[in-house]
């Protein structure tokens, strides 16, 4: 027994199209039927309007306009055809009336068509671009992951030179092995940074919260970033924006990871300062909230730029954002708005200013003041 031949897409849709074609033809038999049956003062035109609301979302703009010009003709038509009554100016003004509606109906209807068609391009295009984004993302994720592994197989290698378990190493041998594994633990920290943002960007960022002094933090980031500093005779800075003695600004938050904006913060500063000058970290408080602010002496920041400082991978085309990949400054972002905080820049007229601050701890009494601001 022969198989029957499976229907395709487009049989179904030319079957679709045959029935919808029927269905409106038998509309305007039915139509034409009442109207030319009954005297002229009777208008049944108005029952076109079901034929030109199927055409406009079954079928083509030019079937739909078709439809439409044949219903007002033969509505039109009925004035004169049968021909059995004379025809009043009531009589016109109901067929025009009709031919009015027919005609507001054809145009709504088309332009349905038109936004549903611009509605349908757009979400292809939305389609394509998450598409397109995904790949991007597990490409940038399965490249991070494979530099990582090679990455930290040379740091080890370059620790066993330094530590001579290869034989003897010559003090030139041991300044370039030094070069060499600062280079590479940029690179790691990069590649880091790079995996922590796509992470953050498709399943959020994870806080383990708990009570911190962001003084305490502060002063723990300029620690690290002192080496920096001094190489580029940098001097640094924490101080209260109000009081000369020490006070506790008390937040919920992950300790690691506010520590790596303010890390983040300190060496954009003092990669962008003149050598010589001075960056300071302003500790302070605004209206239930402690505040950061991390002052440069450099060459201040472009308005246009301002409000793209914190985008992923947004470089400037100012001298001051020439250094770096611009992820810093956003996983900054990441993680101060998913404290529920803020964060911004300002340009000074001999630096910049980079700021964020997040909600303060209530119902809690702050570390007692003790000694004075550290310098």
Known sequence: MPRSRPVSYF???????????????????LVILLEYSTPPPYVFGYLYVGAVLIASTRLSRR???????VAIAFTLLNLFVPGVAAITPDTVANRVITV??????????????????????????????????????????????????PLLGALETLRALRTENFGPVSLPQRRVFEVMTRSHQKTLQLVETLMDVYRNDAEGLRLHRQRLDLLTLAEDAVADVVPLATSRQIHLRVKDETSEFRRSYCVHGDALQLSRVLVNLLSNAVNHSRRGSSVQVVMGT?????????????????????????????????????KGTGLGLYLSRQIVEAHGGKIWA???????????RLPACVNELPLPATSKSTA
């Open 286 to 322: 605004a209206n239930g909230h402690c505040q950061v602010q991390i002052i440069d002496e450099g060459q201040g920041i472009p308005a246009d730029e301002l409000p793209h400082l914190f985008d992923r991978f947004y470089q400037g085309q100012s001298d001051r954002q020439a």
């Open 63 to 69: 079937a739909t306009l078709w439809v439409t010009a």
């Open 100 to 149: 009015l509606a027919l005609g507001v109906t054809g145009w709504l209807g088309d332009r349905l068509q038109s936004y549903e068609q611009a509605i349908t391009r757009q979400r292809l295009q939305l389609q394509a671009q998450e598409q397109l984004a995904q790949m991007r993302e597990d490409f940038v994720s399965t490249l991070t992951h494979d530099l990582k592994t």
């Open 11 to 29: 049989d179904q849709l030319i079957q679709a199209c045959h029935r919808i074609h029927w269905l409106i033809g038998v509309i305007f038999v």
């Open 346 to 356: 300002e340009s000074r007229a001999n630096g910049a200013v980079f700021a964020f």
